[in-house]
């Protein structure tokens, strides 16, 4: 990879950790309402999945969905409007913090039923198939997900009329609060969905950009050849609880530290500085405009407002 | 004018639809090879084939997402669920995800999906096939609900559907499909919300939709030997119901008795006697009597199964007690609660 892609690689990350950050600091105040669910740990999994991905290609996924909105190249302004409610916001406040959506990024919306947009991944990859598209869908959930019955109906169907579909699984360890060794009879969420949706699967280390970029590749060119679906498991980890409103006193602090120390972005920097000899000052750049894009994102939602209630009605049906 | 089934009149819609938008896609349990549980997709594989009509697993949380998606992506997807009581099933999908996303997003998402169900009770096919779900779809904001009750409005309101950019639960009556009436040949999508009064009267309203228009109007046959002038609307679509269409009714008849299949809870009958009361509360003469499904699931055995629907002679006497009504007297009512 050139360097240029991988300083964007690294300001991308910095830029949607800073946003989870901020989203901390304003639902703290009040200002952010309802269940906030953070990415912060898990920007290597988007980042690498979304890399290789063109700008008509898809993306869906569940409500931890700031990560994959900012990753795929959204708004963080309108991203964090709609956190504040505000009109405008990326779904005019109606939607929130877990319903993301944007057809500029082409990002068909975080959805807060675990498992319950996987069906809907298989309808845009019959969609694509239907009019002979070269396009593919991404499908990001977390390894709850594998437990629903939707998730299951959605692989087999995938799977069966071969779709462009990548599923990208995020297995972060934990469904809400529940361990997956807790909640899964197989821990193993590669080998649950090969054996029985006969697709190819990886397991992936979810906090290494380069590895999730490449196996995802790997994936986009099958589906888009027309070869069907592939089944990505990546290894990952949340900093924070479930949501803003879980301490997390089920996971231990060794647990925590053990995975912080695999943290993605200070791990792609240093193969950036490896391969590059970048000077610290470059990334220190790229920091600073991270920094301020955020603050403009911000401001940009404090001055903002939410819909009169005359328009309560709106967007329900189509005119 | 020729005559034709309820159930070839879905079919010509589904062709007609077809042939007229490359995006129509149709898909289900066993709506493909099968050509449908009920044969209303006969002969659709065979002309548009496998790309265009194909069958599905058993998966109905998958079927009604997919096509969410492809409707997402730009298509019009049909899908076809064997019957109504297999949406609670994919009730997640329905109303969950189907009803909710285009408000959710802030207008981005456009949903012209079509779900079509067959329902309905008579057939003693038990507490797992024969429901009526019409008032928890007709509850749900984001949704239209189309409850046809004759061969021409199968076919109009079929292609109404498919033609809608909202998303459609068109519930169709099992009982229904080989009832045959006039059709004409080329007919206009319908419209959507429009309430048809079938036969004038004077002196009571009945108001009913799907099968339940048939029983109104048998009733209204019995009340006019009996000299009684009844009026029979059906209300063709339950969301949103022609509340206008039912005032102006009940202004000239001064009483009104709703049928519904469903049990009464938060049903059609209460839905529409409480807007009677609001619309139409000076014109009134007597209180709205209902007429609903039995308020137990829908037992096997053949007697215990027809006393939990409505027939006509229940018809007949809610509509005597409508008529009879005076202000000491109380009505009984109907419902059939334990």
């Known amino acids: 990879m050139r360097k240029d892609d991988l300083m964007r690689a690294y300001y991308l990350m910095q830029l949607a950790r800073g946003f989870e950050t901020r989203a901390a600091e304003q639902y703290t105040k009040g200002r952010i309402g309802g269940f906030c669910h953070l990415y912060s740990g898990e920007e290597a999994v988007a980042l690498g999945a979304l890399w290789h991905l063109r700008r008509d290609d898809y993306v869906i996924g569940s409500y931890r969905d700031h990560g994959y909105y900012i990753l795929r190249g959204g708004d963080p302004a309108k991203a964090m409007a709609e956190l504040f409610g505000h009109a405008d916001g990326c779904c005019k406040g109606k939607g929130g913090s877990m319903h993301l959506f944007d057809w500029d990024i082409n990002f068909l919306g975080g959805y807060a039923i675990v498992g319950g947009m996987c069906p809907i991944a298989v309808g845009v990859g019959l969609a694509i198939q239907y009019r002979k598209e070269d396009k593919v869908v991404l499908c990001f959930f977390g390894d709850g997900a594998t437990n629903q019955g939707a998730y299951h109906e959605a692989l087999n169907m995938a799977s069966l009329y071969k779709l462009p579909v990548i599923w990208v699984c995020e297995n972060n360890h934990y469904a809400i609060g529940t361990s997956v060794a807790r909640s899964s009879a197989q821990e193993s969420m590669a080998r649950k969905a090969r054996y029985a949706y006969d697709l190819p699967t990886s397991v992936v280390d979810g906090m290494d950009f380069f590895k999730m970029q490449s196996v995802t590749e790997r994936a986009i060119k ?84 939410e819909l009169p209630p005359e328009r309560l009605y709106e967007d329900l049906y189509t005119d | 004018m020729p005559k034709l089934s309820y159930r070839d009149a879905l079919n010509q819609a589904l062709r007609e639809e077809m042939q007229r938008d490359e995006n129509v896609i149709l898909f289900g349990e066993d709506v493909a090879e099968y050509e449908g549980s009920f044969k209303v997709t006969r002969g659709l594989l065979k002309e548009f084939g496998p790309r265009r009509v194909f069958d599905t697993p058993i998966s109905e949380a998958g079927i009604i997402g997919t096509a969410i998606g492809a409707a997402m992506a730009g298509l019009r997807p049909v899908a076809e669920l064997m019957t109504v009581n297999f949406a609670y099933v994919a009730m997640d999908q329905l109303l969950n995800h189907l009803a909710v996303m285009r408000y959710m997003f802030g207008g981005q998402v456009t949903l012209p999906v079509t779900v079509r169900m067959p329902g309905g009770g008579g057939h003693q096919l038990g507490s797992q096939h024969s429901h009526s779900l019409e008032a928890i779809f007709v509850h749900t904001p984001g949704l239209l609900v189309l409850y046809p009750a004759t061969p021409a409005d199968a076919k109009a309101l079929l292609k109404a559907a498919i033609r809608d950019d909202n998303p459609v639960i068109f519930l169709e009556h099992e009982g229904l499909y080989n009832f045959e009436d006039e059709v004409p040949d080329a007919i206009e999508p319908g419209a959507i919300g429009e309430a048809a009064v079938l036969r004038e009267g004077s002196d009571v309203s009945l108001i009913a939709y799907g099968a339940m228009t048939h029983v109104a109007r048998e009733a209204a046959q019995l009340l006019a030997g009996d000299g009684v002038s009844a009026e029979v609307v059906d209300l063709r679509t339950l969301r949103p119901w022609d509340k206008a269409a039912v005032a102006a009714s009940v202004a000239k008849t001064h009483r009104a008795v709703v049928i519904e299949e469903c049990p009464p809870a938060c049903g059609i009958g209460a839905e529409v006697a409480a807007n009677i009361q609001e619309l139409a509360f000076d014109a009134l003469d007597a209180p709205v009597e209902r007429v609903s499904g039995a308020d137990v699931p829908l037992p096997y055995a053949r007697n215990l199964e027809q006393a939990c629907i409505p027939h006509a002679p229940d018809v007949v006497k809610a509509a005597r007690r409508a008529l009879g009504a005076t202000g000491n007297e109380h009505p009984q009512p109907v419902i059939r609660n334990p």
């Open chain 1, 222 to 305: 099958r589906a888009r050849e027309g070869k069907g679906p592939s089944f990505i498991e990546a290894k990952c980890y949340r900093y924070r609880g479930h949501s803003m409103a879980d301490p997390a006193t089920y996971r231990s602090k060794e647990e925590v530290e053990f995975w912080k120390k695999r943290d993605p972005i200070p791990r792609l920097k240093a193969v950036i500085q490896h391969d590059f000899d970048v000077p610290d000052e470059e990334f220190k750049a790229l920091d600073r405009k991270a920094r301020e894009t955020l603050d403009a994102a911000v401001r940009f939602a404090e001055a903002g407002q």
